[in-house]
């Protein structure tokens, strides 16, 4: 039987990855957009909040993954 050797860990610990907690989070804190004022077109602002979440989580999830992507001349199964 051929010896096989272990396979490196996959390095997915970095610290940028706990920046993806801030789009779960900042929705569950009710307390900052539970209000009428200010209006935006005649929506209220609980409204406009979560249109602007949707930004937020797609802005959190680009910036990780390019602060955390491979160069792409690396190849790792």
Do not use: C, H
């Not at 610290?15 to 004022?37: A, E, G, S």
């Not at 390019?66 to 199964?77: A, I, Q, V």
Request: net charge positive.
């Amino acid at each position: 039987m051929a010896e096989t050797t272990p396979r490196p860990r996959r390095g997915d610990r970095s610290p940028w990855n706990w920046l993806l907690v801030l789009p779960v989070v900042v929705p569950l804190l009710t307390f900052i957009f539970n209000k009428d004022k200010p209006r935006l077109a005649g929506f209220p602002f609980f409204y406009w909040a979560q249109f602007a979440f949707i930004i937020l989580g797609v802005a959190t999830t680009t910036v990780v993954y390019l602060m955390t992507r491979r160069p792409s001349g690396s190849k790792e199964d």
